[in-house]
């Protein structure tokens, strides 16, 4: 019997209909014969409500009591929709992260999933019980709730599914799969019927909002071969009951790719902040001085690009930070400015950081001087550059978002004909 588990987002299940909704999807996967597990999230809205709750009680607060606080959305879908699947007939009952048990270190609001005990939901699924399992939380060292972050039921939908060796997870969301960027801005993006382990990590980490990072990061991990589709689909429409392939993305391994395009998608983040240090000394320990501190303040420097400054014998050294440490890191360069000795501290954070992603670009060279020449016909300043084997970043004023994103799809040719 093969098992799948389904996961339903905030906006899957924001009111008692998407609920009933949701049970339809459920019950098809029953009615076909799988041992289905299925995670969900809190109704839309209702996390950011009891966030707020505790920020208003006390801005500084024990975060295991905020975790107490916000696991609650989570709880209340859990026994809806198993209410909902008993209605319609469907053996089902609810499972919080505490009862399962989904253990997590000890990072309350950020932990991290350590291990599932998938026996008894083993047992449970396989004997025909839909196991409705309440994602974003799980059971910490300490005996206490824990969550994992915002997004955070993603993770545990994978977690659950590489616990049960499951043949796939299905993630249920407001859109019908990954496409090549975003169609809000390039209304000819395409949806991508797959998507590389690695190139989805790119993408999620580069700006694509559809996974959480940490969850894709876990189905590479794993291999937990992840389906992103609708849940708006009506449950029983014909590509949905297997008439036709379902309509989504699979995110699998590169192997299980037959067509591999150079360039598979263009993200783009505007969480970004630059820094530039001018007239730096050319000296050793320059660097250990500016980003050992930003390291030690859990900030995470992304590009970083250093040349010879104007009079030559000195540098520049400008990098990027995420925008909400800006403040902090500029904070921090001041606090240390005598032991890194430099001539002028500048910052700016309408920057945008475009990326081409691709695992084709391992065998193609030429792509990025492509990209270069693109941007610069357009007039386009590119202020920093970093590239791995798959992927190529550049850093532009936020103006030009649009007019880059657009000039680099049709670039690799992936707009709709
Ligand atoms: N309900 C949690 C949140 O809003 C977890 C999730 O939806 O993935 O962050
Ligand atoms: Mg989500």
Redesign the pocket.
Known sequence: MSRLVLKF??TSVADLDRIRNVACHVKREVDAGHAVAVVV??MAG???KLVGFCRDMAPLHDAREYDSV?AA??QVTTGLLAIALQTMGVNARSWLGWQLPIRTDGAHGAAHIEAIDAKLLDERITSGQVAVIA??QGLGPDNRIT????????A?AVAVAAALNAERCDIYTDVDGVYTTDPRIVPAARRLPKVAYEEMLEMASLGAKVL?VRAVEMAMVHGVRTFVRSSFDAPDAPEIVGANEPVGTLICDEDEIVEKNTVTGIAYSKDEAQITLRHVQDKPGVAAAVFGPLADANINVDMIVQNVSEDGRTTDLTFTVPRSDYERSMASIEANSEEIGFGGLEGVTDVVKVSVIGIGMRSHAGVAAQAFRALAGRNINIRAITTSEIKISVLIDAAFTELAVRTLHSLYGLDTQ
Do not use: K, M, P
């Open positions: 987002g905030g999230s809190a209702e996390t950011n916000v959305g989570e994602g974003f969550t994992l972050g915002r997004g955070g039921s993603d545990s959480q």
